[in-house]
């Protein structure tokens, strides 16, 4: 519905900021659903009101890697909200999200998958309002399309619900495509189901704000003070996702949350299943000598596997710091030696050293207070007895 606007660089950073100033709580709750025979992903997702992307990226599915029968889908209905608009009643779209919250009373009342523009036809960031609402419109189709306008009925691309925001005719509305939902396919505009525009439609009125942001990732907080963040595509390649997760953790950092977290760490994330909420020092690991059970000593990160170096000690290895070098030595009950090197940021872990002769020198981790190290590779190097699940997150020492 309209020529291609750019967006300025420094609107996305104020509104990635403004996004990212709070630490909002997840809502909703994940479902898993089997699928049945014949059954497509186009009608599952339609089934929870989100786009197929939302249930690909979760599943690490593809058009060539469709689900099948007896599949059991993960359906990503939990959310790390957008800030909250100050005014009582608000819509929030996430682009790279293709998401569409309604904010009613300072909180989330719902949310929905949503098409928007082409990378060529991208549609704008910014702050805007409903200007019009109407029923069963028709298309007018810009000039430069050349192409006639279509009046209401099966074969309009507006479907039956449309809603103005911008003074260029950039609108929310429906679709007599719902297979496109999800896409970054449109002339700008945001479409809807036809079920969800028009829920969206009945419930908010001509001046009602319009946020359109650009949130590649977000970060919350569980109720438990768990740091936790979501990624999200790069619909228009505009490459600022790391500085949008590095600028959250510091204002994270500013209300007195512990947490540093690598370029590296970042973009490793980025790659995994995006749109899924998941803790941001990583997945916690189920560690376990004689049935006993430890909790948050050991954790997996894109950066590897990290184990409380408390874990060794108890088990009569000695731990001498160095506080001037901010290094650890950690011997074994029968001779040999670690020396642990402390970063402030996790490293790559292919990149530790291994050594044949002497001491083994690694590159660790120190977070609240603690130091972490690479797992099993030192584990392997003491020749301690273990299991390792990978699948099932659990770390058990077996002698």
Known sequence: MRMPTPILFVAVTLLLVMSAAALPSPVGRDRHHIVAPNETLNQIARQYGLAPDHIQWANDLSDRRPPKAGDDLLIPLRRIPPFTPRESTAIVLNLPERMIYLFRGGSVAKYWGVAIGADVYPTPVGDYRIMAK???????????????????????????????????????????????????????CVRLYPEAIHELYDQVPVGTPVYVIYDEMRLGQEADGTLVWSFFPDPYYKHIGIMQAQEALRMARREGNDVLVSNFEVEERMREAQGVIAPVFGKPVVVRRQGEARENSAFL????????????????????????????????????????NSQKLPLNPLRVPKVLDGPLKIEGHRWKGKAWLPFPLVLDYFAVPYRWDVKASVLEFTD
């Open 134 to 188: 109407e029923k069963n419109p028709t298309w007018e189709p810009p000039k430069w399309l050349e192409k006639k306008a279509i009046p209401p009925g099966p074969d309009n691309p507006l479907g039956d619900r449309w809603m103005q925001i911008t003074p260029d005719m950039v609108g929310i509305h429906g679709t007599n495509n719902p297979d496109s939902i999800g896409g970054v396919a449109s002339l700008g």
């Open 301 to 340: 990160k894109p950066t590897g596997n990290w184990l409380d170096a408390a874990v060794l000690e108890e088990r009569g290895f000695k731990l001498r710091a160095d506080q001037k070098t901010k290094s650890l030595e950690i011997v074994s009950p029968d001779g040999k030696v670690v020396l642990f």
